[in-house]
Structures are given as structure tokens and as C-alpha cells.
């Protein structure tokens, strides 16, 4: 168990808590899978990252932060639930998706729902700018699942293209986390603006090795398949960088996507998973925690960066 998980077991179990307050008590249709997504476990990264970002010593703002750690995932659990109805993803968390299991219009209400709840729940924090920074992630990731649908079989993509989707999609609720564990948590504007500049740059780093476990996760540790990303026609960096090299895997890659049997989707995420493009989609992602690391370099208005900097070297080999 890493030292800042450990640290912070106390905050987290509050937060905990309340995410089983929020996700009970409603037509069991819904609250019962929502139920089971939560108990199926999770990192909790984004709730680690708020309590990480917000200043010590200040007990009197703990219920507000335990609040903004709940809505924050339960955003994060709402978008995991729609998007593994997009992506046509089987497994999540080691158990079979909401959508699989139950249907596309019952992973929709449970997607919902989740959203719901997690702005009833951040009203908590009494702030309406809160408010709006959690608001603005929601469309930023909406607006990257978007994107994602209609880069779908671009084989072209560019690497900015797709730091741009990763901006939306992933790193833009990891910004948020930031930057509302600061502010709700009392520290000075300067700092908030450093941490969601550190959240941006540790969320896109998390998300090229997400796409990079796509190839190479063993699903005991992930809880998700391999090559879902590859079926569902997502072009992601590993992919974009080794099509650079070696443009002839673009008939293998989309074929991935119009149904290739499972030991050969298998077969195509080992390959990749060995080629140099791999390897450099890494150090890209090793690239942007450094940028991470810089951004909380120096005083930091009684928030420990040591937690921050744990989470960040973190996100890469995650599972190594
Ligand atoms: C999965 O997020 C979605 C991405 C942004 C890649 P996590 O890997 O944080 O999922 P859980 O919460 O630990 O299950
Ligand atoms: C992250 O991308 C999607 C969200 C922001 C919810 P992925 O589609 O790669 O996430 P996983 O791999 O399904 O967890
Ligand atoms: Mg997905
Ligand atoms: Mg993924």
C-alpha cells in the first residue's frame, strides 16, 4: 500500500462513507448496480488527489472535503459506467459492466444517476465556484468521449489530436480534483491554478498508460481486458506511435476492429505491446509527470507535496 494511501486512510474512509450514503436510498434499479460499482473497488485516485491538494492543519474543513473527494468520484464512476457502455467494454473493476450485465438503457440511468448524485453531493461544499469547476470537467470529458467517437478508425490521428482528447477525457477531472481539494481545503489562488496545472499534466501521463495497459495489462491487475481500446477502433499513442514506424499495421489495427477473433486481438496486443512504439508512448507519459513534478516545485501554501509526488511517480508501471 503505497505511503500516502496509508496517510490518508482516515479521510479516505469518510469519503468512502459517504459514497455509500450516495449511492443508497434510490429505486434499486439503479442504486444496486451503482452499489456494486463502487464495492467492486477502484484506485480512488481522484479523491486521493483532492485531500492530497488541500493544506494540513485545518480540521474545520474536512466535511467539505470529504464531500468534494465523493462527488468527484462518483463523476468519474458515472463517466465509467457510460463509457464502457460506449466502448462495448466487458469487464470493469473485475466484474462485468453495467451494460453487459444489464442492458444499454440501465447503464444509462445508472450513468446518470451517478452524475446526479455527485452535484447533489458537492452542494455539500457550499460553493457554487466549486460547483462550476466540477461542472466544467463534466463537459470536458463529454466533450473528449466525442471526440474519441469520431476519431474512431483514424488510423491518420496525430499524437496532439489525441493529447487533446486526453485533455478532455481523463486529465480535466484529474485537473479538477486539484484544484478543488486547494480551494475547498483554504489555499490561495496561485496554488490552485499550480495544482490544476500538476492534475492536467498527471492525468494525461495516467492516460497514455492506461491505453499503454490496453496492450500490455494483465487483467488480474487492471479488472479490464486487454485490447478493448483496439476493438472498439480507438487509435491511442502506443498505436499512433508505432504506425509512424511501421505503417503497415494499420490493416492488422483496424481489423482489430471489425472483428477479429480473440486470440488474434491477443496476438496484435503483444505485438504492440513489444514494439519501440510502446516503449516511447511510455516515456511520453514519463515526460508529462516530470512536467508534473515542476509544477508543485517550490512553497505551496501549507499543502504537502509529498503525497501529490507519490501519486505522480505513480501513474507510470503502475502495476510493475
Ligand atoms: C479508468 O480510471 C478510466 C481512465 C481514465 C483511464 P481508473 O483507472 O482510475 O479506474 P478505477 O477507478 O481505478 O477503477
Ligand atoms: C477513459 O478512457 C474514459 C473515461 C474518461 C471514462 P478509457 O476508455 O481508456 O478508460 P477505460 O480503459 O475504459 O477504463
Ligand atoms: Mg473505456
Ligand atoms: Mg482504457
Known amino acids: 500500500v503505497p505511503a500516502v494511501v496509508r496517510e490518508l486512510a482516515p479521510e ?16 434499486s434499479a439503479v442504486s444496486a448496480p451503482a452499489g456494486d460499482t463502487l464495492r467492486a473497488g477502484g484506485k480512488r485516485i481522484r479523491p486521493l488527489l483532492v485531500f492530497c491538494a488541500a493544506p494540513r492543519g485545518r480540521p474545520d474543513r474536512r466535511p467539505a472535503l470529504t464531500s468534494t473527494a465523493a462527488a468527484v468520484e462518483l463523476v468519474h464512476m458515472a463517466t465509467l459506467v457510460h463509457d464502457d457502455l460506449i466502448d462495448g467494454a466487458s469487464l470493469r473493476r473485475g466484474r462485468p459492466t453495467v ?3 444489464l442492458g444499454a438503457e440501465r447503464a444509462v440511468q445508472v450513468g446518470d444517476f451517478l452524475f446526479a448524485r455527485a452535484f447533489g453531493e458537492l452542494t455539500r461544499a457550499g460553493s457554487t465556484a466549486a460547483v462550476r469547476t466540477l461542472a466544467g470537467a463534466a463537459l470536458d470529458l463529454s466533450r473528449g468521449e466525442l471526440d474519441q467517437h469520431r476519431a ?29 481539494g486547494a480551494y475547498v481545503g483554504g489555499a490561495d489562488a496561485r ?32 479488472g ?5 481500446d483496439l476493438r472498439g477502433g480507438t487509435i491511442t499513442l502506443p498505436v499512433i506511435l508505432a504506425l509512424l514506424d511501421e505503417p503497415s499495421l494499420a490493416g492488422p489495427v483496424l481489423d482489430a476492429a471489425r472483428g477479429l477473433d480473440g486470440p488474434a486481438v491477443e496476438g496484435l496486443c503483444d505485438l504492440l505491446a513489444a514494439h519501440p512504439g510502446t516503449a516511447r508512448a511510455r516515456e511520453r507519459a514519463l515526460a508529462f509527470v516530470a512536467t508534473a513534478r515542476d509544477a508543485v516545485e517550490g512553497p505551496l501554501d501549507g499543502v504537502d507535496p509529498a503525497g501529490l509526488l507519490e501519486i505522480a511517480d505513480g501513474v507510470v508501471d503502475r502495476y510493475s
Open 12 to 27: 479516505l474512509a469518510r469519503c468512502e462513507a459517504r459514497l455509500a450514503e450516495c449511492v443508497a436510498a434510490y429505486a
Open 99 to 101: 451494460a453487459r450485465a
Open 152 to 180: 474512431a478508425l483514424d488510423v491518420a490521428l496525430t499524437e496532439e489530436q489525441y493529447l487533446r482528447r486526453c485533455r478532455r477525457k481523463t486529465a480535466a477531472l484529474f485537473a479538477a480534483a486539484c484544484r478543488l
Open 191 to 222: 496554488v490552485q491554478a499550480r495544482l490544476e496545472t500538476f492534475g492536467t499534466s498527471v492525468g494525461i501521463a495516467f492516460q497514455i498508460f492506461d491505453d499503454i495497459l490496453d496492450l500490455t495489462g494483465d487483467p488480474v491487475d487492471t
Open 224 to 228: 479490464k481486458p486487454r485490447g478493448t
